[in-house]
């Protein structure tokens, strides 16, 4: 992989020949794709299904730069920590040992079980509508039919990471894991251990293997506290190689109560945390992240969006670096 920090692109779920052309078009050399195909039933990626992935990508002269979370099922029982989580873990492991041999680098995965994202749409600029979150439009059902503590999760992470991680480095593929989405406390019961500074030291601490670290989402640093927060994040966890590839969102509002809006108008000083990036040593890939519907859009990926978002961020980057280069 190249050892600089790059714009890829995050595509949809479904993947076609389309989506791969508008990332070449865009000026991008990788992608990031949510999951390959599979056949229901399955209960983990096969390896011959990754190597088609992985060459059909590359025949676009683009590479993946990352693989982002297996579906809920193949691991469920493991982050609630319920019985059968050893034959799933098993699974999840080959899954890693053949996403290594396919030659993927990276997999990105989140600790929350719940699949809540938001809650609600906003109109943004211009129209553009805007996927929001609001904690007071929660009710107080538990999801699971218990609830989940804080320890209870922190046990739940630990006993996954003692025994992916090992496999892991061995297969040569680096673990990146996404904060809680929302992140500001439990939801439907279950603790949000992946919130807050504190909870990714406590992670980073106890899992001391180069083939684990973050995908560091901008966007849910901000909502933990402001640009502030994201730039201590970014200060912190970077120059330790522990940030492996970047989601650069924007949100507008708080934690309890927030919008995503178009990179660049939001709470977020983008370009602080570009250069945050730059001067703290991170080589990995960045995406655009949630972008707004705008006019012409359809319900799913948001072309327009994405080409401008992408294009904003390429913008920022090219900047950034033209200026480090006249110091």
Same mark, same amino acid.
């Given at each position: 992989?190249?050892?600089?920090?790059?714009?890829?692109?995050?595509?949809?779920?479904?993947?076609?020949?389309?989506?791969?052309?508008?990332?070449?078009?865009?000026?991008?050399?990788?992608?990031?794709?949510?999951?390959?195909?599979?056949?229901?039933?399955?209960?983990?990626?096969? %390896?011959?299904?990754?190597?088609?992935?992985?060459?059909?990508?590359?025949?676009?002269?683009?590479?993946?730069?990352?693989?982002?979370?297996?579906?809920?099922?193949?691991?469920?029982?493991?982050?609630?920590?319920?019985?059968?989580?050893?034959?799933?873990?098993?699974?999840?492991?080959?899954?890693?040992?053949?996403?290594?041999?396919?030659? *993927?680098?990276?997999?990105?995965?989140?600790?929350?079980?719940?699949?809540?994202?938001?809650?609600?749409?906003?109109?943004?600029?211009?129209?553009?509508?805007?996927?929001?979150?609001?904690?007071?439009?929660?009710?107080?059902?538990? %999801?699971?039919? /218990?609830?989940?503590?804080?320890?209870?999760?922190?046990?739940?992470?630990?006993?996954?990471?003692?025994?992916?991680?090992?496999?892991?480095?061995?297969?040569?593929?680096?673990?990146?894991?996404?904060?809680?989405?929302?992140?500001?406390?439990?939801?439907?019961?279950?603790? /949000?251990?992946? +919130?807050?500074?504190?909870?990714?030291?406590?992670?980073?601490?106890?899992?001391?293997?180069?083939?684990?670290?973050?995908? @560091?989402?901008?966007?849910?640093?901000?909502?933990?506290?402001?640009?502030?927060?994201?730039? /201590?994040?970014?200060?912190?966890?970077?120059?330790?190689?522990?940030?492996?590839?970047?989601?650069?969102?924007? *949100?507008?509002?708080?934690? +309890?109560? @927030?919008?995503?809006? @178009?990179?660049? +108008?939001?709470?977020?000083?983008?370009?602080?945390?570009?250069?945050?990036?730059?001067?703290?040593?991170?080589?990995?890939? *960045?995406?655009?992240?949630?972008?707004?519907?705008?006019?012409?859009?359809?319900?799913?990926?948001? @072309? /327009?969006?994405?080409? %401008?978002?992408?294009?904003?961020?390429?913008?920022?980057?090219?900047? *950034?670096?033209?200026?480090?280069?006249?110091?």
């Amino acid at each position: 992989m190249p050892d600089t920090m790059r714009i890829a692109i995050g595509l949809p779920r479904d993947v076609t020949d389309e989506h791969l052309i508008f990332a070449k078009q865009l000026g991008c050399d990788g992608v990031v794709l949510a999951t390959p195909a599979r056949l229901p039933g399955d209960e983990c990626w096969e %390896y011959d299904d990754l190597v088609r992935l992985r060459e059909w990508v590359e025949s676009y002269g683009l590479r993946i730069e990352s693989l982002q979370n297996t579906p809920h099922e193949f691991w469920m029982k493991v982050r609630l920590g319920e019985p059968g989580r050893e034959e799933q873990i098993e699974n999840y492991c080959q899954t890693i040992r053949n996403i290594g041999r396919a030659g *993927i680098p990276v997999l990105g995965y989140n600790f929350r079980p719940h699949p809540l994202y938001r809650n609600r749409k906003v109109e943004g600029r211009g129209g553009a509508i805007m996927t929001a979150y609001r904690r007071a439009d929660l009710t107080d059902e538990l %999801y699971f039919g /218990r609830e989940l503590s804080a320890e209870q999760m922190w046990e739940n992470h630990q006993w996954f990471a003692e025994r992916a991680v090992p496999v892991a480095e061995e297969a040569g593929v680096r673990l990146a894991l996404h904060p809680d989405d929302p992140n500001d406390g439990p939801i439907g019961g279950v603790a /949000r251990i992946f +919130s807050s500074f504190e909870g990714f030291e406590r992670a980073s601490q106890a899992i001391q293997s180069p083939a684990w670290g973050l995908l @560091f989402c901008i966007g849910c640093w901000t909502e933990m506290g402001g640009t502030a927060n994201a730039l /201590r994040g970014i200060r912190h966890f970077a120059p330790r190689n522990r940030i492996v590839y970047v989601h650069f969102r924007d *949100i507008a509002g708080t934690a +309890s109560d @927030f919008s995503e809006c @178009f990179v660049g +108008s939001g709470d977020l000083d983008v370009t602080a945390a570009m250069l945050a990036l730059k001067e703290s040593g991170f080589s990995g890939a *960045i995406i655009d992240d949630h972008a707004p519907a705008m006019v012409g859009d359809d319900e799913g990926w948001h @072309f /327009r969006a994405r080409g %401008y978002q992408t294009g904003y961020i390429q913008g920022l980057l090219r900047a *950034i670096t033209d200026l480090s280069a006249t110091k």
